[in-house]
């Protein structure tokens, strides 16, 4: 089942920061992973974040904003898939999803910053924007991906 998020899916996000993430792409650790979500999203930003549960169980999440600062822009912070429903278009379809929220509020350019998943931002339509190092001060590169809709 699709939703929008409310405040109690957070618990269940935060464990799966913990569990879900195999990818050895992924440079992030995990206390720098719940670091990057607080609760917060779960409480100011429901209505474009976005909850797959089956059966009362966590299968997928995606943590967006429409930008405050930007008004044609919107931002995807966060988003995983439970690694057994990995590969069968989850993720794919949660961006589209968040695609027509933005598109209902007129926004017309997405953006998001990874460390990973740059392969999957390639298929769904980003290209690269900029490459940036020690972005967030935990050294690294950071890639910037954008989309025009
Ligand atoms: C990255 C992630 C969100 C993708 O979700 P998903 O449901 O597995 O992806 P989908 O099945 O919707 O894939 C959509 C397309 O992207 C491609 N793709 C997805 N992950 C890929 C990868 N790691 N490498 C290459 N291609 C990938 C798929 O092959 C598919 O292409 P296709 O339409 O040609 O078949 C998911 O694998 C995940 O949660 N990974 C671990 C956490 C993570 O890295 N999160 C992102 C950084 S915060």
Redesign the pocket.
């Known amino acids: 089942m699709y939703r929008t998020s409310i405040e109690q899916d957070y618990p269940d996000v935060v464990a799966a920061l913990s569990l ?2 195999d ?1 050895p ?2 440079q992030t650790r995990r206390s720098q992973r719940v670091a990057l979500v607080p609760r917060l999203f779960f409480q100011h930003f429901t209505d474009t974040t976005l909850i797959v549960r089956h059966e009362d169980r966590l299968v ?1 999440f995606l943590i967006g904003f429409l930008s405050q600062s930007r008004p044609d822009e919107a931002y995807i912070h ?4 439970e ?1 057994r ?9 949660l961006y589209e999803r968040f695609f027509a929220v933005i598109r209902e509020n007129r926004r017309r350019k997405v953006l998001a910053i ?4 740059q ?2 931002h390639r ?2 339509g980003f290209t690269v924007s900029d490459s940036i190092g020690n972005y967030d001060g935990q050294g690294g590169v950071h890639v910037t991906f954008s989309r025009e809709l």
Do not use: K, M, Y
């Open positions: 879900w993430w990818n792409e992924a997928a966060f988003v995983g898939v690694p429903h990995q590969g069968r278009g989850i993720g794919a379809d990874t460390t990973g998943s392969a999957f298929r769904l």
